[in-house]
Nanobody
Framework: QVQLQESGPGLVKPSEMLSLTCTVS??????????WSWIRQAPGKGLEWVGA???????YYSPSLKSRTSISRNTSKNQLSLQLMSVTPEDTAVYFC????????????WGQGTQVTVSS
């Protein structure tokens, strides 16, 4: 059973960088043909895909966030990381990491999510 756990600061000041980590257990982030994504949900809104990293390390980003987003991984720790620069209050959301088979549009596993609030 794959488990994902997000971690990071709950409060970030405007214009600063948001940095989150997703620790994966029960499976490897280098598993062939698996996609590991960051998804967020702002208050009162639907899920928004932020970006993803696939088994070979290739990254993909939401066009609307691409200029501010970086996703990386630490294979020795089996962790994913999300960095979002120059945050504004509009980046306030619950941030989730999730995984799926790259051929399947449905996510198999989700973390519980971590609340990030952007406020001075």
């Amino acid at each position: 059973q794959v488990q994902l756990q997000e971690s990071g600061p709950g409060l970030v000041k405007p214009s600063e960088m948001l940095s989150l980590t997703c620790t994966v257990s029960g499976g490897s982030i280098t598993t062939n043909y698996y996609t590991w994504s960051w998804i967020r949900q702002a208050p009162g809104k639907g899920l928004e895909w932020v970006g993803a990293i696939v088994h070979d390390g290739t990254t993909y980003y939401s066009p609307s966030l691409k200029s501010r987003t970086s996703i990386s991984r630490n294979t020795s720790k089996n962790q994913l990381s999300l960095q979002l620069m120059s945050v504004t209050p509009e980046d306030t959301a619950v941030y989730f990491c999730a995984s799926r088979d790259s051929d399947n549009p449905m996510y198999d596993y989700w973390g519980q999510g971590t609340q990030v609030t952007v406020s001075s």
